[in-house]
């Protein structure tokens, strides 16, 4: 065999070597990064939604699926969120970008009560 390397052979050491380094660094002490933010859903039907509370990560964004046959809406007077009156199969989505425990209420319905915790 000559000192040659094979065709790639240089750039398959290459791209090992920092695969191995990005291990290391996962290894030892790196903060892993947060939760990815997601999608989540909250379903109303019979009179409550479910579930609650949700917890989700900061950054995620809720959407509540009316499923029941008469309407109702998502009131969160924390963060001044108010949704439009849902009809059955309507939706409404709001992100959360900070954490915290946030209650809401339907404004049709007020002993209607759900809760999203926002970690």
């Known amino acids: 065999m000559t000192g040659t390397s094979e065709p790639g052979g240089h750039a398959r050491r290459s791209l090992l070597r920092r695969a191995l380094g990005g291990g290391a660094l996962a290894l030892f002490g790196v903060p892993a990064r947060k939760a990815a933010a997601e999608t989540k859903e909250v379903i109303i039907d019979n009179f409550s939604f479910s579930p609650s509370p949700l917890i989700i990560s900061t950054g995620s964004t ?11 809406s998502v009131v969160c007077p924390v963060l001044e969120v108010k949704s439009q009156t849902l009809d059955t199969d309507d939706t409404f989505s709001f992100q959360f970008d900070k954490p915290g425990t946030f209650d809401y209420i339907c404004g049709l319905h007020p002993h209607m009560r759900g809760q999203v915790m926002v970690m």
């Open 62 to 72: 809720v959407t509540w699926l009316n499923q029941d046959d008469i309407p109702h």
